[in-house]
């Protein structure tokens, strides 16, 4: 799938267009005619001969030894969505994760990924740096449901329950040193596991992201572990992914390895990719357009149904205290 039609289309503009996400299968027809190419959707010569059905591929969910006891977790009543949840099986196999596909597709490709063992190490201005096993982190941290509205800056959207705990806890958990003013996140670097890191060799692998730190110690701040009452699928960024439900959903890092304290502001990946379409702070902001697409509606998966874009995605009443501090300025995209 990575050696299509779209891939050259992709590498062009960096993103997918508008007109692909708002009509995904007759673009794909498009371009499937004008060059002989099979239909996207069909499973993937990789996907085949993995010899796994599509639907094995859709929940390629890891089973880790604490799983049986810590999924489901008990939802937190405070952070509850006004919309319906988008169906799992929709979830698990329209997402972007580049590192496996350019494709809405990354299920097909996450077999080879192996997401335990596992370590995420925390660095930088704190006084107590420390590389915490994925074992080790999930018995520290009490698990909880959040129901969370999900934006792509694509103009998509889902609601989806995530499992997992405050960013906040494990920041204070290493104990920040005053000096640390930003968080920087990297993720996983895996080519021989990764398809998408091996070929799309445009991009600078591994992916990171950076807010402040105010950000990541806002009570929204998430890590997931978990998805639909159980660990996270592979290719919804297991085995722990970053949640800014208040951003576009690529300010939120998949299978993040490190994260760091430091007094300068990090590059985001997007953002150095290109600066022109995505900004360091990505926040919703319905009245900030994309250059190539409107931000004022989104489209709901499943449904197609086109609802207006909420401010901060709909969380700007529990954001006050940033704009006392970093949003003050009005520099908010």
């Given at each position: 799938?990575?050696?299509?039609?779209?891939?050259?289309?992709?590498?062009?503009?960096?993103?997918?267009?508008?007109?692909?996400?708002?009509?995904?299968r007759h673009f794909i027809r498009q371009l499937a005619v004008a060059s002989g190419a099979t239909i996207a959707g069909a499973p993937s010569a990789r996907h085949l001969?993995?010899?796994?059905?599509?639907?094995?591929?859709?929940?390629?969910?890891?089973?880790?030894?604490?799983?049986?006891?810590?999924?489901?977790?008990?939802?937190?009543?405070?952070?509850?969505?006004?919309?319906?949840?988008?169906?799992?099986?929709?979830?698990?196999?329209?997402?972007?994760?580049?590192?496996?596909?350019?494709?809405?597709?990354?299920?097909?490709?996450?077999?080879?990924?192996?997401?335990?063992?596992?370590?995420?190490?925390?660095?930088?201005?704190?006084?107590?740096?420390?590389?915490?096993?994925?074992?080790?982190?999930?018995?520290?941290?009490?698990?909880?449901?959040?129901?969370?509205?999900?934006?792509?800056?694509?103009?998509?959207?889902?609601?989806?329950?995530?499992?997992?705990?405050?960013?906040?806890?494990?920041?204070?958990?290493?104990?920040?040193?005053?000096?640390?003013?930003?968080?920087?996140?990297?993720?996983?670097?895996?080519?021989?596991?990764?398809?998408?890191?091996?070929?799309?060799?445009?991009?600078?692998?591994?992916?990171?992201?950076?807010?402040?730190?105010?950000?990541?110690?806002?009570?929204?701040?998430?890590?997931?572990?978990?998805?639909?009452?159980?660990?996270?699928?592979?290719?919804?960024?297991?085995?722990?992914?970053?949640?800014?439900?208040?951003?576009?959903?690529?300010?939120?890092?998949?299978?993040?390895?490190?994260?760091?304290?430091?007094?300068?502001?990090?590059?985001?990946?997007?953002?150095?990719?290109?600066?022109?379409?995505?900004?360091?702070?990505?926040?919703?902001?319905?009245?900030?357009?994309?250059?190539?697409?409107?931000?004022?509606?989104?489209?709901?998966?499943?449904?197609?149904?086109?609802?207006?874009?909420?401010?901060?995605?709909?969380?700007?009443?529990?954001?006050?205290?940033?704009?006392?501090?970093?949003?003050?300025?009005?520099?908010?995209?």
């Open positions: 799938m990575l050696n299509n039609p779209l891939r050259r289309y992709w590498n062009d503009k960096g993103v997918t267009p508008e007109l692909h996400y708002c009509n995904r001969s993995a010899g796994l059905s599509d639907r094995d591929a859709m929940y390629n969910i890891p089973l880790h030894p604490l799983s049986e006891k810590l999924y489901p977790a008990k939802q937190n009543p405070a952070y509850k969505a006004d919309r319906e949840l988008t169906p799992k099986d929709e979830v698990f196999t329209y997402n972007n994760f580049y590192e496996f596909s350019l494709e809405k597709d990354p299920h097909r490709y996450v077999e080879p990924f192996q997401p335990f063992p596992w370590e995420l190490e925390v660095t930088g201005l704190c006084g107590k740096p420390k590389k915490w096993d994925v074992d080790e982190l999930l018995k520290a941290f009490p698990l909880e449901e959040r129901v969370y509205r999900l934006r792509c800056v694509e103009a998509w959207a889902m609601t989806v329950p995530w499992t997992g705990f405050p960013l906040k806890l494990l920041i204070e958990k290493c104990q920040p040193d005053n000096k640390a003013k930003y968080v920087r996140f990297v993720s996983f670097y895996r080519p021989e596991q990764a398809v998408g890191q091996r070929e799309s060799t445009e991009y600078s692998w591994p992916y990171y992201e950076g807010v402040h730190l105010e950000e990541a110690m806002h009570p929204l701040a998430f890590v997931a572990t978990g998805l639909y009452g159980k660990q996270l699928p592979k290719q919804s960024g297991s085995p722990l992914r970053i949640v800014f439900p208040w951003k576009y959903g690529y300010k939120g890092p998949k299978s993040v390895v490190r994260i760091e304290l430091t007094d300068k502001r990090p590059q985001t990946f997007w953002n150095d990719a290109l600066s022109q379409e995505y900004g360091y702070f990505s926040n919703v902001i319905p009245e900030k357009p994309h250059p190539r697409w409107s931000q004022s509606s989104e489209r709901l998966l499943v449904t197609g149904e086109r609802v207006p874009t909420r401010l901060y995605n709909g969380y700007a009443d529990q954001l006050e205290d940033l704009h006392k501090t970093i949003y003050k300025k009005g520099d908010v995209f």
